[in-house]
Protein backbone atom coordinates (compact mmCIF):
# COMPACT_ATOMS: atom_id res chain seq x y z
CA UNK A 1 0.00 0.00 0.00
CA UNK A 2 0.95 3.36 -0.93
CA UNK A 3 2.46 5.92 2.51
CA UNK A 4 3.79 9.00 3.39
CA UNK A 5 4.91 9.47 6.59
CA UNK A 6 5.97 12.99 7.59
CA UNK A 7 8.25 13.93 10.88
CA UNK A 8 8.30 15.82 13.35
CA UNK A 9 4.26 16.63 13.08
CA UNK A 10 5.39 20.01 14.74
CA UNK A 11 8.91 21.89 15.05
CA UNK A 12 9.67 25.11 17.08
CA UNK A 13 12.90 27.10 15.28
CA UNK A 14 14.53 30.65 16.47
CA UNK A 15 14.63 32.72 13.51
CA UNK A 16 17.68 31.55 11.84
CA UNK A 17 17.97 28.13 13.13
CA UNK A 18 18.35 25.87 9.90
CA UNK A 19 16.58 22.51 10.51
CA UNK A 20 14.80 19.64 8.43
CA UNK A 21 11.92 18.17 7.51
CA UNK A 22 11.30 14.95 6.81
CA UNK A 23 9.25 12.96 3.98
CA UNK A 24 9.11 9.23 4.18
CA UNK A 25 7.18 7.06 1.51
CA UNK A 26 6.45 3.64 0.14
CA UNK A 27 5.08 2.92 -3.41
CA UNK A 28 5.09 0.76 -5.61
CA UNK A 29 7.21 3.53 -7.88
CA UNK A 30 7.39 6.59 -7.69
CA UNK A 31 5.53 9.22 -10.14
CA UNK A 32 6.55 12.26 -8.53
CA UNK A 33 7.23 13.77 -4.92
CA UNK A 34 5.65 16.86 -4.14
CA UNK A 35 6.08 19.21 -1.17
CA UNK A 36 3.68 22.52 -0.37
CA UNK A 37 2.92 24.36 1.96
CA UNK A 38 -0.03 25.71 4.06
CA UNK A 39 -0.86 28.75 5.85
CA UNK A 40 -4.37 28.53 8.37
CA UNK A 41 -7.40 28.67 7.01
CA UNK A 42 -6.08 28.04 3.34
CA UNK A 43 -5.41 25.82 0.30
CA UNK A 44 -2.07 24.39 -0.09
CA UNK A 45 0.85 26.12 -2.58
CA UNK A 46 2.85 24.50 -4.29
CA UNK A 47 6.80 24.21 -3.87
CA UNK A 48 8.80 21.89 -5.39
CA UNK A 49 8.25 18.56 -7.14
CA UNK A 50 11.23 15.81 -7.36
CA UNK A 51 11.06 13.04 -9.93
CA UNK A 52 14.37 10.65 -9.51
CA UNK A 53 16.55 9.85 -6.49
CA UNK A 54 19.63 12.39 -6.20
CA UNK A 55 17.67 15.34 -7.59
CA UNK A 56 17.68 18.56 -5.41
CA UNK A 57 15.40 21.49 -6.00
CA UNK A 58 15.52 24.71 -4.22
CA UNK A 59 13.77 28.28 -3.77
CA UNK A 60 14.79 31.12 -1.14
CA UNK A 61 15.43 29.63 1.92
CA UNK A 62 13.79 26.04 0.93
CA UNK A 63 15.62 23.39 -0.41
CA UNK A 64 14.38 19.82 -1.53
CA UNK A 65 15.88 16.93 -1.57
CA UNK A 66 15.29 13.00 -2.51
CA UNK A 67 16.19 9.71 -2.06
CA UNK A 68 14.41 6.14 -3.18
CA UNK A 69 13.05 5.85 0.71
CA UNK A 70 12.33 9.71 1.37
CA UNK A 71 12.82 13.38 0.82
CA UNK A 72 14.18 16.15 3.26
CA UNK A 73 12.78 19.67 3.13
CA UNK A 74 15.73 21.81 4.12
CA UNK A 75 15.05 25.58 5.57
CA UNK A 76 18.42 27.38 5.63
CA UNK A 77 17.86 30.69 8.13
CA UNK A 78 14.24 30.39 8.65
CA UNK A 79 12.22 33.82 9.32
CA UNK A 80 8.90 34.33 10.88
CA UNK A 81 7.11 34.03 7.70
CA UNK A 82 8.03 30.64 6.71
CA UNK A 83 5.66 29.56 9.69
CA UNK A 84 3.48 27.67 7.69
CA UNK A 85 2.39 23.59 7.41
CA UNK A 86 4.63 22.00 5.06
CA UNK A 87 3.17 18.85 3.09
CA UNK A 88 4.28 16.37 1.00
CA UNK A 89 2.85 14.18 -1.71
CA UNK A 90 3.28 11.01 -3.64
CA UNK A 91 1.81 10.17 -6.91
CA UNK A 92 2.52 6.68 -7.94
CA UNK A 93 3.33 4.96 -11.20
CA UNK A 94 0.89 1.95 -11.00
CA UNK A 95 -1.95 3.15 -13.65
CA UNK A 96 -3.36 5.92 -11.45
CA UNK A 97 -3.47 9.54 -10.84
CA UNK A 98 -4.21 9.29 -7.44
CA UNK A 99 -2.30 11.44 -4.75
CA UNK A 100 -1.32 10.50 -1.55
CA UNK A 101 -0.23 13.10 0.69
CA UNK A 102 1.64 12.81 4.67
CA UNK A 103 -0.25 14.74 7.33
CA UNK A 104 2.49 17.83 7.29
CA UNK A 105 4.76 19.28 9.30
CA UNK A 106 3.87 22.17 11.14
CA UNK A 107 6.49 24.76 11.13
CA UNK A 108 6.52 27.22 13.77
CA UNK A 109 10.06 30.59 13.47
CA UNK A 110 9.64 32.54 16.06
CA UNK A 111 11.65 35.94 16.11
CA UNK B 1 -6.73 35.67 -12.89
CA UNK B 2 -5.79 32.30 -12.63
CA UNK B 3 -7.73 30.91 -9.70
CA UNK B 4 -9.71 27.84 -8.46
CA UNK B 5 -13.19 28.84 -7.24
CA UNK B 6 -15.10 26.51 -4.54
CA UNK B 7 -18.50 27.88 -3.27
CA UNK B 8 -19.87 27.62 -1.19
CA UNK B 9 -17.00 28.98 1.43
CA UNK B 10 -19.14 27.51 4.95
CA UNK B 11 -22.09 25.48 4.98
CA UNK B 12 -23.80 24.18 7.84
CA UNK B 13 -26.45 21.74 6.66
CA UNK B 14 -28.19 18.26 8.43
CA UNK B 15 -27.90 14.87 8.07
CA UNK B 16 -29.58 13.60 4.73
CA UNK B 17 -29.92 16.80 3.12
CA UNK B 18 -28.60 16.23 -0.29
CA UNK B 19 -25.85 18.72 -1.27
CA UNK B 20 -23.67 19.91 -3.69
CA UNK B 21 -20.33 22.00 -3.43
CA UNK B 22 -19.15 23.76 -6.46
CA UNK B 23 -15.46 23.71 -7.74
CA UNK B 24 -14.63 25.87 -11.03
CA UNK B 25 -10.99 26.92 -12.53
CA UNK B 26 -10.06 29.06 -15.24
CA UNK B 27 -6.91 27.55 -16.50
CA UNK B 28 -8.41 25.00 -18.73
CA UNK B 29 -6.39 22.58 -16.44
CA UNK B 30 -7.43 18.54 -17.74
CA UNK B 31 -6.83 17.19 -13.90
CA UNK B 32 -9.23 18.52 -11.04
CA UNK B 33 -9.43 16.67 -7.97
CA UNK B 34 -11.38 16.91 -3.99
CA UNK B 35 -9.58 16.61 -1.09
CA UNK B 36 -10.82 16.49 2.61
CA UNK B 37 -8.87 17.74 4.98
CA UNK B 38 -9.30 16.01 8.62
CA UNK B 39 -7.10 17.41 12.14
CA UNK B 40 -4.24 14.27 12.39
CA UNK B 41 -5.25 12.76 9.02
CA UNK B 42 -4.28 15.38 6.53
CA UNK B 43 -5.32 15.66 3.15
CA UNK B 44 -6.88 12.60 1.90
CA UNK B 45 -7.99 12.50 -1.81
CA UNK B 46 -12.03 11.95 -2.63
CA UNK B 47 -12.51 11.72 -6.30
CA UNK B 48 -10.00 12.93 -9.27
CA UNK B 49 -10.73 13.58 -13.32
CA UNK B 50 -8.34 13.42 -16.12
CA UNK B 51 -10.86 14.61 -18.37
CA UNK B 52 -14.43 15.87 -19.59
CA UNK B 53 -16.05 12.51 -19.01
CA UNK B 54 -13.39 10.83 -16.79
CA UNK B 55 -13.36 10.45 -13.19
CA UNK B 56 -11.63 8.11 -10.85
CA UNK B 57 -11.67 7.47 -6.93
CA UNK B 58 -8.81 8.34 -4.80
CA UNK B 59 -8.44 7.16 -1.07
CA UNK B 60 -11.95 7.92 0.19
CA UNK B 61 -14.85 8.15 -2.22
CA UNK B 62 -17.74 6.84 -0.01
CA UNK B 63 -20.42 8.66 0.24
CA UNK B 64 -19.62 10.90 -2.56
CA UNK B 65 -19.96 11.45 -5.96
CA UNK B 66 -18.84 13.60 -8.27
CA UNK B 67 -19.39 14.64 -12.22
CA UNK B 68 -17.04 16.04 -15.22
CA UNK B 69 -19.83 17.27 -17.90
CA UNK B 70 -17.51 20.35 -18.72
CA UNK B 71 -13.51 20.88 -18.48
CA UNK B 72 -13.55 24.14 -15.77
CA UNK B 73 -16.54 22.59 -13.59
CA UNK B 74 -15.75 19.41 -11.12
CA UNK B 75 -19.02 19.44 -8.24
CA UNK B 76 -18.64 17.54 -5.32
CA UNK B 77 -22.23 15.78 -4.97
CA UNK B 78 -22.69 14.56 -1.08
CA UNK B 79 -26.49 12.87 -1.15
CA UNK B 80 -26.96 12.24 2.01
CA UNK B 81 -24.50 13.65 4.42
CA UNK B 82 -23.69 12.40 7.32
CA UNK B 83 -21.48 13.88 10.63
CA UNK B 84 -18.84 11.78 9.87
CA UNK B 85 -18.66 14.22 6.52
CA UNK B 86 -18.26 17.07 8.49
CA UNK B 87 -14.75 18.47 7.09
CA UNK B 88 -12.85 21.00 5.25
CA UNK B 89 -13.08 20.42 1.10
CA UNK B 90 -10.61 21.41 -1.10
CA UNK B 91 -10.68 21.41 -4.97
CA UNK B 92 -7.64 21.70 -6.63
CA UNK B 93 -6.56 21.38 -10.78
CA UNK B 94 -3.62 21.35 -12.64
CA UNK B 95 -2.26 20.49 -16.30
CA UNK B 96 -1.49 16.44 -17.25
CA UNK B 97 1.57 17.93 -19.60
CA UNK B 98 3.64 20.46 -17.01
CA UNK B 99 7.03 18.91 -15.97
CA UNK B 100 6.25 19.80 -12.67
CA UNK B 101 2.54 18.67 -12.05
CA UNK B 102 1.93 21.81 -9.68
CA UNK B 103 -1.64 21.30 -8.44
CA UNK B 104 -3.76 24.81 -7.81
CA UNK B 105 -5.75 24.38 -4.88
CA UNK B 106 -9.33 26.67 -3.90
CA UNK B 107 -9.61 28.35 -1.12
CA UNK B 108 -11.58 25.93 0.54
CA UNK B 109 -14.89 24.57 1.89
CA UNK B 110 -16.27 24.41 5.38
CA UNK B 111 -18.54 21.61 5.89
CA UNK B 112 -20.12 21.00 9.22
CA UNK B 113 -23.13 18.33 9.18
CA UNK B 114 -25.48 17.95 12.19
Known amino acids: EDQVTQSPEALRLQEGESSSLNCSYT??????LFWYRQDPGKGPEFLFT???AGEEKEKERLKATLTKKESFLHITAPKPEDSATYLC????????????FGTGTRLKVLA | EAQVTQNPRYLITVTGKKLTVTCSQN?????MSWYRQDPGLGLRQIYY???????DKGDVPEGYKVSRKEKRNFPLILESPSPNQTSLYFC?????????????FGPGTRLTVL
Open chain 1, 50 to 52: LYS
Open chain 1, 27 to 32: VSGLRG
Open chain 2, 92 to 104: ASSLLDRPDNEQF
Open chain 2, 49 to 55: SMNVEVT
Open chain 1, 89 to 100: AVQATSGTYKYI
Open chain 2, 27 to 31: MNHEY
